[in-house]
């Protein structure tokens, strides 16, 4: 694949064509004067003075994706977004202008008829062309730019597929729109699309291991298991279908129990894995209870509090499921890890209308994260703190007498405030009251 020097290094191929094209038929001693090649925009090929030399001008007017090779795709990550796992090329069509310039009575024609036949002679680019026009052999004395030396590392003679010429009709209405964009006279022109340019990223992937064996191997017929078919509605393999915390809350706490309900979860080395994007977070904490083919408990201690900030997690579990000797990892779900409160409820008073509160919890507020308290109806910010943080100093304006439910708001996810175990549900005792 080439690089993204590749649209450049197309260019400077076609030009050094037609450079050599039009020395190999001697151009320049049937016009009587210098023909050089070009590669500007059409308003910046004749100079502010108007002269205006022999010579043709190849110009990229147009960049379109290529239509046979865009279905490939975009380059894949996996599901935390931090790890690659292909790299599709970017495919590319360039649609060239080739003009031909100059004050002689025809010898604009003259210059536009051979450049087109080379275009004609040679449709499609050999990789021993590319390699030479980008690579000159040093015996020639030529000291190339920076931008030219760097085309020779543009990866274009070795990409998969060979660039290929072909003649583009362009109407008299694009035509004049193309002109008119440029703010250019017109000039005696043709269109030409090269086809297709592969540049690729050169950024590391995670490959995949082949396929060893399919199932478990027969020790007598040393075939392997193959396609088992299961008479049963239920997944063959270990599956999640839903994540119940404690108390029928709809978030997980600290030391509380959560239970994940499933098929096929008994088995032995059971074990949770929760994985949090933001933090870039890939933890492991062993199942609680005993193995359930049904359920599986999940209890995050609160001992390990600096490792679970608040947050959304992914949660699977890992196991080895009875009869098999691999351990097998089941579906992720989605689970928020909610903050609780531990020094509620208290009371407050006022002094000249206005109530300071210290809330503290768990687990600690990280560095980015983003708390409010929410107190009955009235969402207040913090005070300054330095992050990370278990307390948080709240300063109440105006403040008004009772007693006010409150919860605890990171980055959106909220400490719990409902009982909803009781029936009907009421409020947990988590309330502040101010006098």
Known sequence: MSTALAIAG??????????????????????????????????????????????????????????????????????????????PPLALDLHYLVSAYSEGDLHAEI??????????EFPVISRDMIRRALNPSPDLGIVLPSAL???????????????????????????????????????????????????????PTRPSLPVLTRGEVDPLSLRDRGVVVNPDVLPPLPTLTAILPDGGQPVMRLDETVVLSGHRLDGSGRELRLANDRFDIEATVAAAGG??????????????????????????ARLVPDGETQARETNRLGAALAPNITNLPQSIARVGGTAQLTVQFTPQLRA?????????????????????TASL??????????????????????SPIIDRAATPPRFLDFTVSIT
Not at 45 to 53: L, W
Not at 393 to 409: K, M, N, Q, W
Request: net charge negative.
């Open 111 to 120: 210059l536009l008829g051979y450049a087109m036949q080379l275009m004609h």
């Open 291 to 316: 193995s359930d083919p049904a359920l599986i408990e999940l209890v995050i201690p609160a001992s390990r509090a600096a490792d679970f900030p608040v947050g959304v997690y992914q949660v699977s």
């Open 393 to 414: 100093d709240f300063v109440i304006d105006d403040a008004p007498s009772g007693d006010f439910p409150t919860r605890l708001r990171i980055d959106g996810i909220d």
């Open 149 to 203: 030396q760097a085309l020779a590392e543009c990866g274009l003679a070795d990409q998969l597929e060979l660039l290929r010429i072909t003649p583009a009709a362009l109407d008299t209405e694009a035509s004049s729109r193309l002109w008119t964009a440029t703010q250019a006279s017109l000039r005696p022109s043709a269109a030409y699309l090269v086809s297709v340019v592969l540049i690729e990223a050169q950024r």
């Open 10 to 87: 197309v260019t400077a191929v076609l030009r050094d064509r037609l450079n050599d094209g039009l020395v190999n038929h001697n151009v320049a001693a049937i016009t009587g004067s210098t023909v050089n090649v070009t590669v500007m925009a059409p308003d910046r090929v004749v100079p502010p003075n108007g002269t205006e030399s022999s010579g043709l001008n190849l110009f990229l007017y147009q960049v379109t994706a290529n239509p046979g090779w865009r279905n490939e795709g975009l380059p894949s990550h996996d599901a935390g977004g931090r790890q690659r796992l292909s790299n």
């Open 368 to 388: 980015g994260q983003r708390a409010s308290l929410l107190l009955g109806t009235r969402e207040i910010a913090p005070q300054p703190y330095t992050a990370p």
